[in-house]
């Protein structure tokens, strides 16, 4: 079965704990503390694998979580670092924030993308030492590791997008023109998956051709299969549009085109700009009346037309030519820039709590919404920083310090911040 959608949840590991311990060793007196740093957690990183064509595996797991770091010992024995939890998925993926519906990644390149962040190691107690408190008996836990809910959505990437109604010829054509091997019969929906095809004009020289499948009459409002495949079109830098001139199924040649175009716009107005390049299929079976009348309507329409007899090779030469020539002159694929997760969407789970504790006169203030925030936080900028401060008030932690008795001067730790408060 084909997937091209699918929605996961992934959270990254925690950060291991760090550790409380002091040194011990005959005759030596006061060794001091030397509890060792949690290790980092693990990461969610996704890469594209070209040998994955759908999203069918994440049908059946929904939920990614990453090991978390492991903990600080005594003798200054840091925690291990967690690895990396890898995610495949097929090239030409978006990866998008549930809540926000910004694109977070386009896995159209070989680079990873770390979708979410392990959370650092604690502190051990040997970090807490000062000339006042040089017995500190508390350390650190791990930061929070980063919990995301994600949508993946496959867009092929293809340079050249067959569209037209089903069995006028798609995939005969993408069979003699390319090396795909595609079912090829005489009823509808012979294709229900996306083929992609390698079209080679001589050496080095080449361009991807996709048939994309179920292109019907109300199909941006999902009738048919069109609505699950219309988002291939759309990283398309150019479509052929087959059009069954001899209208052998009883339907108007003309009515077809027009029809298929109009659910293109419907589905993405963009796609109207795209260039397209129209291919008039099965003229063997075609009426010379038939022929003219469709010549004159595309000489009006203004586009590129070519007549073929897709399984013979008929014509499939002229249009492959003035598609490469046309493919030469185009921008490359479309690549989704990533967009930074608003801010509210972190803020908004300030009502999950949070929790102050006192340690040797060191307050500590731990929340995972906090974390997330803290990290999204420029603390050299005046207006980021001001903005952490009025969120601290409006969310309460302000008021929990003072309730557990603050004063000017104490030593507030929030994860990887550490600050005097001043009231």
């Known amino acids: 079965m084909f997937v091209d959608v699918a929605k996961i949840k992934v959270k990254a590991g925690n950060g291991g704990n760090g550790a409380v311990a002091f040194h011990r060793e005959k005759y030596v007196a006061a060794g001091g503390p030397d509890g060792g740093d949690g290790g980092r957690g693990g990461n969610i990183v996704f890469l594209a694998d070209d040998h994955l064509a759908t999203l069918s595996d994440f049908r059946y797991k929904r939920k990614y979580k990453a090991e978390n770091g492991q903990n600080g010992r005594g003798g200054n024995c840091n925690g291990r670092r967690a690895e990396d939890l890898i995610i495949r998925v097929p090239r030409g993926t978006i990866i998008r924030e549930v809540e926000s519906g910004v694109i977070m990644a386009d896995m159209s390149g070989d680079e990873p993308f770390i979708a979410a962040k392990g959370g650092n190691g604690g502190w051990g ?87 994309i499948p179920g292109l019907i009459e109300g199909a941006a409002e999902g009738v048919g299969l069109g609505h699950d495949f219309l988002r291939h079109v759309e990283r398309c830098r150019m479509l052929v549009h087959v059009v069954d001139v001899a209208g052998s199924e009883g339907r108007d040649p003309i009515e077809d085109y027009k029809r298929i175009n109009e659910e293109l716009e419907k589905f993405n107005p963009d796609l109207c700009h795209v260039p397209q390049i129209v291919a008039g299929n099965k003229v063997d079976l075609a009426s010379d009346e038939q022929l003219e009348t469709f010549r004159n309507f595309m000489k009006k329409e203004g586009k590129p037309y070519f007549e073929i007899v897709a399984p013979i090779a008929y014509g499939t030469k002229e249009l492959i030519n003035a598609v490469a020539e046309k493919l030469s002159s185009l921008p490359p694929l479309k690549r989704y820039e990533s967009e930074e997760i608003p801010m509210s969407v972190l803020e908004n789970k300030k009502n999950d709590g949070f929790k102050v504790s006192v340690e040797d006169g ?21 207006a980021s920083l001001q903005h952490f401060q009025n969120l601290l008030q409006t969310s309460g932690i302000l008021d929990a310090l003072v309730e557990k008795g603050i004063q000017e001067g104490d030593t507030v730790n929030i994860y990887d911040l550490e600050f005097d408060y001043v009231p």
């Open 125 to 211: 107690n040997k970090h807490f030492a000062t000339p006042t408190r040089q017995v500190p008996r508390f350390a650190k836990d791990g930061a929070p590791g980063e919990e995301w809910e994600l949508s993946l959505e496959l867009k092929l990437l293809a340079d050249v997008g067959l569209v037209g109604f089903p069995n006028v010829g798609k995939s005969s054509l993408i069979s003699v023109v390319s090396e795909a091997k595609p079912i090829v019969g005489d009823y509808h929906f012979t294709t229900i998956i996306p083929v992609l095809g390698v079209v080679r004009m001589g050496p080095e020289q080449s361009f991807v051709m996709a048939d």
């Open 362 to 382: 060191v307050f500590f203030v731990e929340a995972e919404w906090l974390y997330k925030v803290l990290c999204k936080t420029d603390l050299d900028d005046y």
